[in-house]
Structures are given as structure tokens and as C-alpha cells.
């Protein structure tokens, strides 16, 4: 007969704390990219308390691990349905093109940006509507003026619609608009 051994799982603890060696991230920056404190991110990886179970917290850590937050056995899957945003989508193809990771890519933000931007990468905020933010994101990701302006233009179109303003019927004060961003960026 042949007996095979049983898979060990890794504890989510000990996962956490091989990836932060693993990436040389310190766990100030990790506390900071996924909103909790310093000393919260020392009890989780010493085993002092239990493993969070909050939704929240394991999807910011699982983003910034770049896996899927179902590897933390803690994490309950909502039964509120994700929203998929095109404009995040891209964002996360080009940092896979440009082989970024999800740390390098949050390094190249102010420290109190941070948490944002993971949370955008998770589907729980939307891209910036600021083109000054659309642009820093641009810039870290190598992208021309023209594919910062088309992420800005579809966020600023979604806004205006879910803000009840029908861009088909108004499409030519839409466009009016929106050729006069262009001249004013020079695109």
C-alpha cells in the first residue's frame, strides 16, 4: 500500500513573515500597506493573537503578497458580489508586463498613499479621479500622457454617470469638455 503524507497547510503566520523577509519589507511599511499598526503585524507573526479573520485586513495583506486572499484559511469569502473596473484591470496588466511587484509598485508612493492604492488594487476603491494622482501612478508605471489621459477620461465618465448624468444625451457638452481637457493637457 502506498501512504502518502498529509499536506501540511502553512500557517498564515509563518507565511506572512517568510514574505516580508523574502521581499526585505519591513514591518513598519507592511503594517502601513495594509492599515494596521506596527505592533499588530509583530503580534500576528509571533502568534500572539490569532490570525485576523476580518475580510479587510486579509485581502490588503493578500494584495500586497500579490496572492489570492483564499490562501489564508481565516478568510471567509463575502457574499457581496466584486465589482471588476476596467481601469484597474489595466493598471494591473501593466505591472505585470513591466514584471513590478505589488511592494516595489507601493514603494514608489508617499507612505500615507499606500493603503489606498492597495485597496484600489483589491477593487474596493476606484482609480483616482485627480489626474495630479493619475499621473504619479503613470509616472511609477512608465505610462505616456495619452494612457494616463484615457484612464483619467473613463474614471471621469463613470463619475458622471453614476452621478445620474446621461453622457449619451449630453454627449456634446461631454466631449466639449473633455477635447478642452485635452488642449489644456497638451494631449
Not at 68 to 78: C, D, G, L, T, V
Amino acid at each position: 500500500m502506498n501512504k502518502t503524507k498529509p499536506i501540511l497547510k502553512e500557517k498564515s503566520s509563518e507565511k506572512v513573515g517568510k514574505f516580508l523577509t523574502k521581499n526585505n519589507l519591513h514591518k513598519k511599511d507592511f503594517a502601513e500597506m495594509i492599515g494596521v499598526t506596527l505592533s499588530y503585524v509583530y503580534n500576528l507573526i509571533d502568534e500572539t493573537i490569532p490570525f485576523s479573520t476580518r475580510g479587510t485586513t486579509l485581502e490588503r495583506i493578500a494584495t500586497v503578497m500579490e496572492i489570492e486572499p483564499e490562501e489564508f484559511e481565516e478568510y471567509k469569502i463575502p457574499q457581496e458580489p466584486v465589482l471588476i473596473d476596467e481601469n484597474i484591470e489595466y493598471i494591473k496588466d501593466v505591472l505585470k508586463e513591466k514584471k513590478m511587484s505589488i511592494v516595489n509598485f507601493l514603494k514608489s508612493f508617499p507612505r500615507k498613499k499606500r493603503i489606498d492604492l492597495v485597496d484600489m488594487l483589491r477593487g474596493t476603491l476606484p482609480v483616482p479621479i485627480d489626474y495630479k494622482e493619475l499621473e504619479m501612478i503613470g509616472q511609477v508605471l512608465e505610462l505616456n500622457k495619452e494612457e494616463v489621459y484615457n484612464i483619467w477620461e473613463k474614471r471621469l465618465r463613470q463619475v458622471l454617470e453614476t452621478n445620474g448624468m446621461n453622457i449619451y444625451a449630453n454627449a456634446a457638452l461631454v466631449n466639449s469638455m473633455f477635447e478642452c481637457a485635452k488642449k489644456s493637457l497638451h494631449i
